[in-house]
């Protein structure tokens, strides 16, 4: 079965600092664009971070630009991503997605998403 | 930065009856490969978003054929022929052209 799994969420002071893992199964993550994704409370969706298939190019938010790092480990089948500096409006439910592939098109939607892990920024 | 702008932002529906949402992007989703980047997801309660259009009207595996997605350039629509109870919840377009990538405000579909 396909599927992503976070991890690392949590209660953090402003300023400190949270690794979010997500692990990937049923699928080798180092052939898809990722993304993360938040929610916050009471909120829409906002895109976060992407990181291509090798792992050779990133791009941010410009709300966390600076204070956020992407990154993968392929052997780990695993995605991260790195907060520092935290603040109270980085609170929110982090997803991390799929970009999917196939034989036709060249993208094909962000078809998959982890169920999601919380971070709370509060002193 | 792409601006989203969908409407409307609440849709009470009648089991049954049809429903639709629009959404307009700032500039044309319309890329050189001639596909539009503009994607639907449903985001339902206590659970992760769910792809159902991409590229403005491919539906995703596994989605019912009551949805249905159109549009190109700026204005798109995504289509439920006839409502289900399990189709509440909040829509979101979303452009995939470039990043940043934006997401609509949302729509809140719920049953009358």
């Known amino acids: 079965e396909v599927q992503l799994v976070e991890s690392g969420g949590g209660l953090v002071q402003p300023g400190g600092s949270l690794r979010l893992s997500c692990a990937a199964s049923?699928?080798?993550?180092?052939?898809?664009?990722m993304h993360w994704v938040r929610q916050a409370p009471g909120k829409g969706l906002e895109w976060v971070s992407r990181?291509?298939?090798?792992?050779?190019?990133?791009t941010y938010a410009d709300s966390v630009k600076g204070r956020f790092t992407i990154s993968r480990d392929s052997a780990k089948n695993t995605l991260y991503l790195q907060m520092n500096s935290l603040r109270a409006e980085d609170t929110a439910v982090y997803y991390c997605?799929?970009?999917?592939?196939?034989?036709?098109?060249?993208?094909?939607?962000?078809?998959?998403w982890g169920q999601g892990t919380t971070v709370t920024v509060s002193s | 930065d792409i601006v989203m702008t969908q409407f409307p932002l609440s849709l009470p529906v009648t089991p049954g009856e049809p429903a639709s949402i629009s959404c307009r992007s700032s500039?044309?989703?319309?890329?050189?490969?001639?596909?539009?980047?503009l994607d639907w997801y449903l985001k339902k309660p206590g659970q992760s978003p769910q792809l159902l259009i991409f590229?403005?009207?491919n539906r995703a595996s596994g989605v019912p054929d009551r949805f249905s997605g159109s549009g190109s350039g700026t204005d798109f629509t995504l289509k439920i022929s006839r409502v289900e109870a399990e189709d509440v919840g909040v829509y979101y377009c979303?452009?995939?052209?470039?990043?940043?990538?934006?997401f609509g405000g949302g729509t809140k579909v719920e049953i009358k």
């Open positions: 997605a799929r970009v999917g592939r196939g034989t036709y098109y060249f993208y094909y939607g962000i078809d998959v």
């Open positions: 049923g699928f080798t993550s180092s052939n898809h664009f």
């Open positions: 990181i291509n298939p090798d792992g050779s190019h990133t």
């Open positions: 500039q044309s989703l319309l890329h050189s490969n001639g596909n539009n980047y």
């Open positions: 590229l403005s009207s």
């Open positions: 979303m452009q995939g052209l470039q990043t940043p990538l934006t």
